[in-house]
């Protein structure tokens, strides 16, 4: 589990130095951006909009969701820009875990005045977890 808070660290770290750039009030997709660019200038892998398929016994869908960006194979992190989150996001988040067999998440939503009030930190307790 310490590598995975040395990359939520990380992670949290580059949000934060991006929020404090920016300010809230743009797009969701010009906070992926920038956050995708500042999360490689710290030599982490970053997969933008990540496809996630869903299996539910014959069924196959090979892109049923898209993870914002996807770090170091291993964190899933959603981006928001608007004035609330609601429970539905952070089910969302917990979704992406599960199907990606995946233990963490991160769910950022931009727009808060203070970026602290926008973190929220998804732990999927799945029984292959590390």
Known sequence: MNDL???T???IGAAI???Q???PGLLETAYRKCLAYELRQRDLE???EQPIPVVYDEVHLECG???DLLVNKR???ELKAKSAIHPVDKAQTLSHLRLMKLQVGLLINFHEVKLVDGLHRIVND???AE
């Open 9 to 11: 660290e990380a992670i």
């Open 126 to 128: 799945f029984e292959d």
């Open 17 to 19: 130095h991006v929020h």
């Open 65 to 67: 969701f898209r993870a």
């Open 5 to 7: 808070n040395k990359i």
């Open 46 to 48: 970053v997969v933008e």
């Open 21 to 23: 750039r920016l300010g």
């Open 75 to 77: 964190v899933v992190v």
